[in-house]
């Protein structure tokens, strides 16, 4: 009984070290890629020294890393204060999640990057170092693990990371790759609302945006959509998000002026004919309203009934 | 047990009794859907997303309570995730990495991961 065990043990041994084996052998396309062309914006060595380091209490390397990065963005912040909103002590770490709320509720915007190292290395170059998940082990024996990039040296194929018991942690590009692309290439920011990230993509910045609209002053809030905005000019999100600022803040006028804004662009976008109604009666400007929010209803879609609240508002007898 | 002996029990007899009884008094529906009933409709949906919303709020915090987070901190933290993340994770907790390191693995298992370090593959003892 005793040997069929160890069979089992000896055979499952053989065909795990085997996978990964072959999983050792291939599967880093993108070092690969930047070792044999590296673009010239990445041909100097990058460390950015502004980056604090706090080293990791065990299993807790989630707290340590979020401090480190919510220190590199101008947030002091011990781990320590850290711990009672990201550790999860049963599970012995921190989810995604909650990494992203607590940088939001620190007052920085949680920005997800691309996942290729060329977005993080862009980031890089530009001031930003990034909150990483790293699988550290194999995907059927997981190992997850939060650390900061912070560095790299691509003519020494090292990237530089504080990780935890450890400053200025050197690893290989390819190892690197192999246990981020383990956890789904996953990197965060924590901007400054108002500043972007060095490869601005419109969908995640609006997500991050939306997420911490509650959380922050009205002021930051609106740098951070004028700054998205002039990024992207007719995003239909961001347009639509500042035009429910500026209403939410009392400025009827211009939220009127930027909800016409979003339907100049986006014609048949019903929230816009919508919200441009309700500002519209608010002002007195019956006719108009009514003309945007019959619009509206006949577009329909998803929130067909509060168009149809809004109709009933500005014309009772309306069907 | 036979259906003709469940129905000689009381309790059971009663509520057939009552369904069938139900059916016969249910109005036939044909024909348009009038307003009315529309807003009704939308209006379950709305109180459903709300439902949803409150269940997913309550399920994610029983979970991080069993996962020993503390009772004076679970309020801040449930709060500070948006609906959707909230309706995202609901469910989903056990099977969600959680970030913490490499310490605590199991003896056996070492020894490959010492040779797959030096391969290059995984990254479990960092100063090799």
């Given at each position: 009984m005793i040997k069929r065990r160890s069979n089992v043990c000896v055979r499952l041994l053989v065909g795990l070290t085997f996978t990964a084996l072959l999983s050792a052998c291939t599967s880093a396309p993108q070092s690969a890629a930047l070792r044999q062309q590296t673009p010239p914006e990445f041909t100097a060595p990058v460390l950015l020294r502004q980056v604090p380091f706090y080293p990791q209490e065990l299993y807790q390397c989630g707290p340590a890393a979020l401090a480190t990065l919510l220190g590199a963005s101008g947030v002091q912040v011990t781990p320590e204060q850290l711990v009672p909103l990201v550790y999860v002590p049963e599970r012995e770490g921190s989810f995604q999640v909650e990494?992203?709320?607590?940088?939001?509720?620190?007052?920085?915007?949680?920005?997800?990057?691309?996942?290729?190292?060329?977005?993080?290395?862009?980031?890089?170059?530009?001031?930003?170092?990034?909150?990483?998940?790293?699988?550290?082990?194999?995907?059927?024996?997981?190992?997850?693990?939060?650390?900061?990039?912070?560095?790299?040296?691509?003519?020494?194929?090292?990237?530089?990371?504080?990780?935890?018991?450890?400053?200025?942690?050197?690893?290989?590009?390819?190892?690197?790759?192999?246990?981020?692309?383990?956890?789904?290439?996953?990197?965060?920011?924590?901007?400054?609302?108002?500043?972007?990230?060095?490869?601005?993509?419109?969908?995640?910045?609006?997500?991050?945006?939306?997420?911490?609209?509650?959380?922050?002053?009205?002021?930051?809030?609106?740098?951070?959509?004028?700054?998205?905005?002039?990024?992207?000019?007719?995003?239909?999100?961001?347009?639509?998000g500042y035009g429910n600022r500026l209403y939410a803040e009392k400025y009827a006028a211009a939220a009127a002026i930027q909800f016409g804004k979003v339907i100049a662009h986006y014609p048949d976008y019903a929230p816009a004919h919508n919200n441009l109604a309700n500002v519209l009666f608010e002002q007195g400007q019956q006719e108009r309203a009514l003309l945007h929010a019959q619009e509206a209803v006949r577009l329909g879609g998803d929130y067909l009934e509060n168009y149809r609240e809004t109709l009933h508002m500005i014309d009772p007898g309306a069907e | 047990?036979?259906?003709?002996?469940?129905?000689?029990?009381?309790?059971?007899?009663?509520?057939?009794?009552?369904?069938?009884?139900?059916?016969?008094?249910?109005?036939?529906?044909?024909?348009?859907?009038?307003?009315?009933?529309?807003?009704?409709?939308?209006?379950?949906?709305?109180?459903?997303?709300?439902?949803?919303?409150?269940?997913?709020?309550?399920?994610?915090?029983?979970?991080?309570?069993?996962?020993g987070?503390?009772?004076?901190?679970?309020?801040t933290r449930i709060n500070n995730l948006t609906e959707s993340e909230l309706l995202q994770i609901q469910n989903q907790l056990a099977q969600l990495p959680a970030g913490g390191s490499a310490v605590g693995i199991v003896l056996g298992i070492i020894l490959i991961f010492v040779l797959l370090d030096v391969l290059g593959a995984t990254d479990v003892f960092p100063r090799i």
């Amino acid at each position: 009984m005793i040997k069929r065990r160890s069979n089992v043990c000896v055979r499952l041994l053989v065909g795990l070290t085997f996978t990964a084996l072959l999983s050792a052998c291939t599967s880093a396309p993108q070092s690969a890629a930047l070792r044999q062309q590296t673009p010239p914006e990445f041909t100097a060595p990058v460390l950015l020294r502004q980056v604090p380091f706090y080293p990791q209490e065990l299993y807790q390397c989630g707290p340590a890393a979020l401090a480190t990065l919510l220190g590199a963005s101008g947030v002091q912040v011990t781990p320590e204060q850290l711990v009672p909103l990201v550790y999860v002590p049963e599970r012995e770490g921190s989810f995604q999640v909650e990494m992203v709320a607590t940088t939001r509720s620190h007052g920085r915007l949680a920005y997800r990057i691309a996942p290729t190292l060329d977005a993080l290395l862009s980031e890089v170059v530009a001031g930003h170092p990034v909150l990483v998940l790293q699988n550290l082990a194999l995907d059927i024996y997981p190992r997850w693990h939060f650390a900061v990039v912070k560095g790299f040296d691509l003519e020494r194929r090292k990237l530089i990371l504080n990780s935890g018991l450890y400053e200025d942690y050197e690893i290989s590009t390819a190892v690197f790759e192999r246990t981020w692309a383990r956890a789904d290439h996953w990197g965060v920011l924590a901007l400054v609302p108002g500043s972007m990230p060095a490869q601005p993509e419109a969908a995640p910045y609006f997500s991050a945006l939306a997420a911490i609209e509650q959380d922050i002053a009205p002021a930051l809030v609106n740098r951070a959509y004028v700054s998205g905005l002039q990024a992207w000019p007719t995003d239909r999100n961001l347009l639509m998000g500042y035009g429910n600022r500026l209403y939410a803040e009392k400025y009827a006028a211009a939220a009127a002026i930027q909800f016409g804004k979003v339907i100049a662009h986006y014609p048949d976008y019903a929230p816009a004919h919508n919200n441009l109604a309700n500002v519209l009666f608010e002002q007195g400007q019956q006719e108009r309203a009514l003309l945007h929010a019959q619009e509206a209803v006949r577009l329909g879609g998803d929130y067909l009934e509060n168009y149809r609240e809004t109709l009933h508002m500005i014309d009772p007898g309306a069907e | 047990m036979k259906i003709s002996k469940l129905l000689r029990k009381p309790a059971v007899f009663a509520v057939v009794v009552a369904l069938s009884a139900a059916g016969i008094h249910a109005p036939v529906m044909a024909g348009t859907i009038d307003t009315p009933e529309i807003a009704m409709q939308a209006e379950l949906q709305m109180q459903r997303d709300d439902v949803r919303s409150i269940m997913a709020r309550a399920d994610v915090r029983d979970t991080m309570l069993g996962y020993g987070v503390s009772a004076s901190d679970i309020d801040t933290r449930i709060n500070n995730l948006t609906e959707s993340e909230l309706l995202q994770i609901q469910n989903q907790l056990a099977q969600l990495p959680a970030g913490g390191s490499a310490v605590g693995i199991v003896l056996g298992i070492i020894l490959i991961f010492v040779l797959l370090d030096v391969l290059g593959a995984t990254d479990v003892f960092p100063r090799i």
